[in-house]
T-cell receptor, first 117, second 113 residues
Framework: GAVVSQHPSRVICKSGTSVKIECRSLDFQATTMFWYRQFPKQSLMLMAT?????????EQGVEKDKFLINHASLTLSTLTVTSAHPEDSSFYIC?????????????FGPGTRLTVL | GNSVTQMEGPVTLSEEAFLTINCTYT??????LFWYVQYPGEGLQLLLKATKADDKGSNKGFEATYRKETTSFHLEKGSVQVSDSAVYFCALYSGGGADGLTFGKGTHLIIQP
């Protein structure tokens, strides 16, 4: 099956710094990538949708200036958490989708645990 | 808007027990319904799906039937194994303007030998 990787798997940073998380589709080209956030014992919440070569579409309540998303190629999307604060600590998960006749099919990465001190 | 409600965990069962994890949803239109499984340290994997009413998704001994009249998609397995221990997420996709998946909170399943 299709494989999606994320890097790093865990990151700890100081408050005020920026952190970049990479999401890669390893064996297919992803025309669309999604970024989700998961709080402990909560469901995954969609943060934004990015299509290759265009600006990301953010969900209501998600600060686009704080969570910068770049989908520069068909195999790579990055999420940068700028000026991170402790409340940004969370589990961030990306998923990728191929442009197919099955728009509901997404392949998920293993997630990145961000801890902001 | 769309929402998915699934039973809270953790759910602890003995090996070979019967499993049911309840899931109900609210959505506009006719969503596709999914169960995803997340094993420790791994990403979400699609377990099964159903795209229309009365469809039954099945995989690895797990089953779920799309019940439009009760807006439910309960996950069942007749005899669980220790290797089934994981977190299970119910989700829906309704398309249109909502392009991502809507997830339930997840149910942590623990199977004891």
């Amino acid at each position: 099956g299709a494989v999606v990787s994320q890097h790093p798997s865990r990151v700890i940073c100081k408050s005020g710094t920026s952190v970049k998380i990479e999401c890669r589709s390893l064996d297919f080209q992803a025309t669309t990538m999604f970024w989700y956030r998961q709080f402990p014992k909560q469901s995954l919440m969609l943060m934004a949708t990015s299509n290759e070569g265009s600006k990301a579409t953010y969900e209501q309540g998600v600060e686009k200036d704080k969570f910068l998303i770049n989908h520069a190629s068909l195999t790579l999307s990055t999420l940068t958490v700028t000026s991170a604060h402790p409340e940004d600590s969370s589990f961030y998960i990306c998923s990728a989708r191929v442009r197919t006749t099955l728009p509901d099919t997404q392949y998920f990465g293993p997630g990145t645990r961000l801890t902001v001190l | 808007g769309n929402s998915v409600t699934q039973m809270e965990g953790p759910v602890t069962l003995s090996e070979e027990a019967f499993l049911t994890i309840n899931c109900t949803y609210t959505a506009t239109g006719y969503p596709s319904l999914f169960w995803y499984v997340q094993y420790p340290g791994e990403g979400l994997q699609l377990l099964l799906k159903a795209t229309k009413a009365d469809d039954k998704g099945s995989n690895k001994g797990f089953e779920a039937t799309y019940r439009k009249e009760t807006t439910s998609f309960h996950l069942e397995k007749g005899s669980v194994q220790v290797s089934d221990s994981a977190v299970y997420f119910c989700a829906l996709y309704s398309g249109g303007g909502a392009d991502g998946l809507t997830f339930g909170k997840g149910t942590h399943l623990i199977i004891q030998p």
